[in-house]
């Protein structure tokens, strides 16, 4: 393995495995609020179904909030390395040309937990949706638009 950044790498002894169930989380550069923009969320939701799509992952649960977004995944015929890299590059690349910039979007790096198949999965999807409640954005979670759940 190179000597990446350790921002570049999975925890020590952590690798990617397949059927496996991860919970993403990746910041944008410098907590800029993005995805306030209505609009500009709309393109990570359609960066998540691509990756379903194409048989990457399997989206459980996903909320974009302004300045990050959660993502439980089940991967399948990808890396997380792979997944991420992907998905932040083709959400940066929508969302320099839908705003007139360039340059980079997201910070380094990104965090994962790996989950075990009898972890309460549906309460911690519950927990990532309500991430707007408790950040106050909204008083209930009907209300806020850029948030889904297999279970919910």
Avoid at 40 to 49: K, S, T, Y
Avoid at 110 to 119: G, I, P, Q, V
Avoid at 128 to 142: D, H, S, T
């Amino acid at each position: 393995m190179p000597n990446l950044p350790a921002s570049h790498r999975l925890r020590t002894g952590r690798y990617a495995e397949p059927n496996r169930i991860y919970l993403l989380t990746t910041n944008t550069l410098h907590r800029e609020p993005i995805f306030a923009d209505f609009a500009l969320g709309r393109l990570v939701v359609g960066q998540f179904r691509r990756a379903q799509n194409l048989g990457l992952a399997n989206s459980l649960a996903w909320v974009v909030m302004p300045d990050h977004f959660h993502w439980l995944v089940e991967l399948e015929n990808c890396s997380l390395r792979r997944l991420m890299r992907e998905t932040k590059s083709l959400i940066t690349r929508e969302v320099n040309h839908c705003r007139g910039r360039s340059g980079p979007l997201w910070q380094q790096g990104y965090h994962d937990r790996a989950l075990r198949r009898e972890e309460d999965l549906v309460k911690l999807a519950r927990y990532v949706v309500a991430n707007p409640l408790r950040a106050g954005l909204v008083e209930k979670l009907g209300d806020y638009p850029l948030w889904d759940a297999v279970w919910l």
